[in-house]
C-alpha cells in the first residue's frame, strides 16, 4: 500500500510541477530589417518568432499612406510585406493554417479586402477568423492580419 502512494504522489508531483520557462532562441526570432523596427524596438515585438516547424507572425497593419483613399492599396501591401516575412522565416502564403484580421468597419471593407486576400491565399484555404474592433495603431490604419503558418518543407 504504501508504495502505491509513493508512485502516486511521484505522479501528482510531475502533473502539478510548474513547467520549466523555456527561452525564447534568438535565431528563432525574426525581426524586421533596419529601417523599419523602430516600432518592434520601441514596442518590444517581433515581426514572426519560429517554434520547431511553426511560425507566428505578429500582426501587420494595412493602412493609408499620405492622400490614398482606395484601400485595395493598402491591403496588397500588408499582404506583399507577409509574404516577405513568411519567405524569410522560411515559410510562404501556401504555408499558413490560420490567419485573422481585425478590421475597423468589417462591413464596408470585406469584399475589397477578400479581392485582395484572393490573389495571396488560395485553396486549400487556411482558418480564418474575421473580427470588427474599434480601432488600430496607427490611427490610419484600417485592418491588421495575424498568421500562424508551418516551415517550408
Same mark, same amino acid.
Given at each position: +500500500? +504504501?508504495?502505491?502512494?509513493?508512485?502516486?504522489?511521484?505522479?501528482?508531483?510531475?502533473? *502539478?510541477?510548474?513547467?520549466?520557462?523555456? $527561452?525564447?532562441?534568438?535565431?528563432?526570432?525574426? +525581426?524586421?530589417?533596419?529601417?523599419?523596427?523602430?516600432?518592434?524596438?520601441?514596442?518590444g515585438?517581433? /515581426?514572426?518568432?519560429?517554434? @520547431?516547424?511553426?511560425? !507566428?507572425?505578429?500582426?501587420?497593419?494595412? @493602412?493609408?499612406?499620405?492622400?490614398?483613399?482606395?484601400?485595395?492599396?493598402? !491591403?496588397? #501591401?500588408?499582404?506583399?510585406?507577409?509574404g516577405?516575412?513568411? &519567405? #524569410?522565416?522560411?515559410?510562404?502564403?501556401?504555408?499558413?493554417?490560420e +490567419?485573422?484580421?481585425?478590421?475597423?468597419?468589417?462591413?464596408?471593407?470585406?469584399?475589397? *479586402?477578400? $479581392?485582395?486576400?484572393?490573389? !495571396?491565399?488560395?485553396?486549400? !484555404?487556411?482558418?480564418?477568423?474575421?473580427?470588427?474592433?474599434?480601432?488600430?495603431?496607427?490611427?490610419?490604419?484600417?485592418? /491588421?492580419? &495575424?498568421?500562424?503558418? #508551418? &516551415?517550408?518543407?
Amino acid at each position: +500500500m +504504501m508504495n502505491r502512494l509513493v508512485i502516486l504522489a511521484a505522479a501528482l508531483a510531475t502533473v *502539478f510541477a510548474a513547467p520549466a520557462q523555456a $527561452k525564447r532562441d534568438p535565431a528563432q526570432v525574426l +525581426m524586421p530589417p533596419p529601417g523599419r523596427d523602430a516600432a518592434h524596438q520601441q514596442w518590444g515585438f517581433a /515581426e514572426a518568432v519560429t517554434h @520547431g516547424d511553426t511560425v !507566428y507572425l505578429s500582426g501587420v497593419v494595412a @493602412g493609408l499612406w499620405g492622400e490614398e483613399t482606395d484601400p485595395s492599396a493598402a !491591403y496588397d #501591401r500588408a499582404f506583399r510585406q507577409i509574404g516577405d516575412i513568411l &519567405k #524569410r522565416a522560411g515559410s510562404s502564403w501556401d504555408d499558413v493554417v490560420e +490567419m485573422t484580421t481585425y478590421h475597423t468597419d468589417l462591413p464596408a471593407q470585406l469584399d475589397a *479586402f477578400v $479581392k485582395v486576400k484572393a490573389r !495571396y491565399v488560395t485553396a486549400p !484555404y487556411p482558418a480564418w477568423t474575421a473580427i470588427d474592433i474599434d480601432r488600430l495603431v496607427p490611427d490610419k490604419g484600417l485592418v /491588421e492580419i &495575424k498568421v500562424v503558418a #508551418r &516551415k517550408a518543407k
